[in-house]
């Protein structure tokens, strides 16, 4: 077992969230997708709001997906915008840890490796998760989600899977899980060959 963590910090609904925000409406009670109409009904939603993906529609859906009775607000993609509030973000990451530690992903997404900062703040990795998304969230009136793991690959995992499932939006997984994983995957590979 390794004594590192990793925090894996994901913005929610980024593009969806960013037109919220600038509207002053709430990701989480509005309608609101991204996509650029003049692309015609079988154009990509960019975004949606978590408050449309609690009706059961997808992300990346088309537009002509999204059932007729579903009222909702349409916003041009900006990616200049999007991307000038991705750096925003990235900077209030570094009023905490230091650029070294801070791994971008993604327009939505950063790596931070958390491990020599917990006893710096003398918080436990979900306290230090719960830091940043604030800040985020004070900063930007985005919410972010977490997934922290003790590597790269779990936090990403405990993000994708396990944070989406919990209230407080951070998943954790160590390596225990990980040893649980590959015994199933040996399981697996077992009972392929027999
Ligand atoms: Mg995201």
Do not use: W
């Amino acid at each position: 077992m390794t004594d590192k963590v990793f925090i894996c910090i994901d913005l929610k609904s980024f593009y969806a969230s960013v037109e919220c925000v600038e509207r002053g409406l709430d990701p989480f009670k509005t309608n609101l997708v991204v996509a650029d109409p003049a692309r015609g009904r079988g154009g990509i939603c960019l975004a949606i709001t978590p408050a449309m993906k609690d009706l059961g529609i997808h992300n990346r859906c088309r537009i002509f997906e999204i059932p007729k009775n579903v009222r909702y607000i349409t916003a041009l993609p900006r990616m200049k915008r999007y991307m000038e509030i991705s750096a925003d973000i990235y900077g209030t990451y570094l009023n905490f840890v230091a650029p070294d530690d801070i791994h971008p992903y993604s327009i939505d997404e950063v790596f931070i490796d958390a491990t020599n900062y917990l006893h710096i703040y003398r918080k436990t990795p979900k306290e230090m998760a719960v830091m940043l998304m604030n800040a985020v969230k004070e900063r930007s009136g985005i919410c972010a989600t977490a997934g922290i793991g003790t590597n790269l690959f779990l936090a990403k995992v405990a993000l994708d899977i396990t944070a989406k499932h919990v209230p407080d939006h951070i998943g954790y997984l160590d390596e225990r899980f990980f040893v649980e994983m590959q015994i199933i995957g040996e399981i697996a590979k077992n009972t392929r060959e027999s």
